[in-house]
Structure formats: structure tokens, C-alpha cells
């Protein structure tokens, strides 16, 4: 399973957009890439996931360079309800069961 | 529908006490995931069920049991628990599928049970 690295923590303002930066230096060719979502004594929610280039949705953008060495999520316009942890992953594509290994994550704290 | 539902919210168990606790999905996954995590700390998996059979344990004591009675429930028993195992326990499910895929299978969490080993 291939290795992430992520900022341990950042700060924002509100109404600002985040970006946070997750390295993968080891990705494998079958590996996607998947971001989740913990707040404070709740399980982890899935927010997005991709393989190259950009992916959006109605809560984040994920851009994945060429390279596929690192991902950034982006968050538009974020608001206080946005202080979270959030877990980059590299997951292999398989319809079977398969472990997922959390990293450390990056705990965002949105300010007023 | 993506829920993961878990009961009870709330756990506080004596060292001697045996309790269980419980997930659901209806989601017709056919894998489903026990997670543990210790606070300000990621969640570490401890079983994996895949079409109702124990597919990975990774090296959890004995005193936690799961069980896997159908392909919309899994259980966690637990038995003469350390107060080192008060933590957060959080259940997941997956699509699972045997046949080989070209998406991942992404995992759905449960809100989780807060335990407390006095």
C-alpha cells in the first residue's frame, strides 16, 4: 500500500478556499486516490475520489497532476463547519474487500 | 443510501462485563469492516468480513469477538476488556465484490461507539 504525507494541520478563514496537499510518491498504476472527512467522535465520510486530472463534486475538487505522485483537495468557500480531519488514501482499484491504512491526516481548523 | 448504522452510540462496560456491539447496512454490501481509533489518532482496522467469512484479522486480542450473522449485520463482542481498549469503534461496509473491478471499493463509516472500559 503506498505511502501518504500530509500537513498535520492548517488554518483558514472563513470564505476562503483551502487546499490541502497530500504526497504519494509511490502510487501504483491501479491506485486511486480517496479523501475523507472526520469530525471529532464520528466515523469518517467519504468525500471524494479520483485517478487523474481533476475531479468535482457539490463539496470538493481533487487535482491530480500527470505524475500522479500527489493529489490537493480543494474546498471552496469554506465555513466554520468545515474543522475537521481529512485523510488522504491511495486505494487500489478492486471489487474485492480491502484494508484501508489511514495516515496521519490534516486537521483543519476554519476560523471566523 | 450510503449509512452504516451502529448501536449503542455510548458504551461504558466494567472489566468483567461482556457486551456487544452492532452495525447494519443495507446497502447490500457483502464486505464489512471493524475499525478501532484511540483519539487524536487515525482508525486502525482490526476485522475484515467479506461475504460473511472473517477475511482479515489483524492481530486483535481474544476478549474482541466479531461475528458476522448475516450480510447486513456484523457484531463485535466483547469480553474482559483492559480500560487501555476505551476507544472509539467505528464499523464500515463495501461493495465487496468478488469479481475483479476496474473502481476501488470505497468504504462507507458508521457514526461510531464511544467505548469506556472502567
Known amino acids: 500500500l503506498a505511502k501518504t504525507t500530509q500537513p498535520i494541520s492548517m488554518d483558514s478563514y472563513e470564505g476562503q478556499e483551502v487546499n490541502i496537499t497530500c504526497s504519494h510518491n509511490?502510487?501504483?498504476?491501479?491506485?486511486?486516490i480517496t479523501w475523507y472527512q472526520q469530525f471529532p467522535s464520528q466515523g469518517p465520510r467519504f468525500i471524494i475520489q479520483g485517478y487523474k486530472t481533476k475531479v468535482t463534486n457539490e463539496v470538493a475538487s481533487l487535482f491530480i497532476p500527470a505524475d500522479r505522485k500527489s493529489s490537493t483537495l480543494s474546498l471552496p468557500r469554506v465555513s466554520l463547519s468545515d474543522t475537521a480531519v481529512y485523510y488522504c488514501l491511495v486505494v487500489p482499484f478492486s471489487g474485492s474487500a480491502r484494508q484501508l491504512t489511514f495516515g496521519s491526516g490534516t486537521q483543519l481548523t476554519v476560523l471566523p | 443510501d450510503t449509512e452504516v448504522t451502529q448501536t449503542p452510540k455510548h458504551l461504558v462496560m466494567g472489566m468483567t462485563n461482556k457486551k456487544s456491539l452492532k452495525c447494519e447496512q443495507h446497502m447490500g454490501h457483502r464486505a464489512m469492516y471493524w475499525y478501532k481509533q484511540k483519539a487524536k489518532k487515525p482508525p486502525e482496522l482490526m476485522f475484515v468480513y467479506s461475504y460473511e467469512k472473517l477475511s482479515i484479522n489483524e492481530s486483535v486480542p481474544s476478549r474482541f469477538s466479531p461475528e458476522c450473522p448475516n450480510s447486513s449485520l456484523l457484531n463485535l463482542h466483547l469480553h474482559a476488556l483492559q480500560p487501555e481498549d476505551s476507544a472509539l469503534y467505528l464499523c464500515?461496509?463495501?461493495?465487496?465484490?468478488?469479481?475483479?473491478?476496474?473502481?476501488?471499493?470505497?468504504?462507507?463509516f458508521g457514526p461510531g461507539t464511544r467505548l469506556t472500559v472502567l
Open positions: 464500515a461496509s463495501s461493495q465487496g465484490s468478488k469479481r475483479p473491478g476496474r473502481r476501488p471499493d470505497t468504504q462507507y
Open positions: 509511490n502510487i501504483a498504476t491501479n491506485d486511486y
